[in-house]
């Protein structure tokens, strides 16, 4: 449990492990309550230029060890199943991440089709809204009081429909940088006091509708990310 019980403590670290280690790619994340799990994906390549020495999820580990800014997770790797596994607990809270090899990438992220350099940047992505979200709720609660936030957030891929057309007339040294997907973030706040919600619109930035009815549901951008708003906003 985090000592307060809601969300901004959680993506307050789960954003700081991100800045941390932004090489990580982000294939899931959901947050519910105080309640925080990420599943990451290990890139193939190195930026660092070190060598390696031993199997991937051992030197994250130990990266992870020597560099986290983020007090001293607990670390294991769980070589138990099908593929290895690095699990990353943050004592205190009730954040969780899951490192994966690139071998089990499609079972926990099947909504993106392929890996390639372009995954670099979706963790910064991701990082700034996180952070931008936890300065709104914390906003919201120093200017309307009450019980501290606890939101749902998840995070999604969608396709990109212009890929292919995009890729087609790109050079080839640059179509691994093109995404075929782009990161989207749904946010839903349940149980929000009438002042905690005002504030929070008010900090809004310009509010659309997006998507087919019945489904269609008030978007907004956070640090450029797309993000999917509770109903309420409406």
């Not at 979200?133 to 009450?146: E, F, K, P, S, V």
């Amino acid at each position: 449990m985090t000592r307060d019980g809601s969300s901004i403590e959680a993506l307050a670290v789960g954003s700081a492990f991100m800045h941390d280690f932004g090489t990580l790619f982000p294939a899931r994340l959901k947050l519910t309550g105080e309640q925080l799990e990420f599943v990451f994906v290990l890139p193939e390549h190195r930026h660092d230029g070190e060598v390696v020495l031993d199997h991937p999820l051992v030197e994250a580990r130990e990266r992870i060890r020597r560099g986290c800014a983020v007090g001293a997770p607990l670390l294991y790797v769980d070589v138990g199943g099908r593929w290895a596994r690095l699990r990353v607990e943050f004592a205190g809270t009730a954040v969780r991440a899951l490192i994966v090899m690139r071998e089990e990438a499609l079972t926990q992220a099947p909504n993106v089709p392929f890996p390639g350099l372009w995954q670099d940047r979706m963790s910064g992505t991701v990082r700034l809204a996180l952070e931008e979200i936890t300065r709104m709720l914390t906003r919201c609660h120093h200017q309307a009081g009450g019980a501290p936030p606890r939101i749902e957030l998840e995070l999604a891929y969608r396709a990109e429909r212009d890929h292919r057309a995009r890729s087609a007339g790109a050079h080839e040294t640059v179509r691994e940088f093109l995404a075929p997907v782009r990161p989207v973030l749904r946010l839903r706040w349940p149980v929000a006091a009438p002042g905690q919600r005002k504030a929070f619109a008010e900090n809004l930035a310009e509010v659309t509708t997006a998507g087919k009815w019945p489904r269609r549901r008030p978007t907004t951008r956070i640090m450029g990310l797309e993000t999917e708003l509770p109903a309420w906003i409406a």
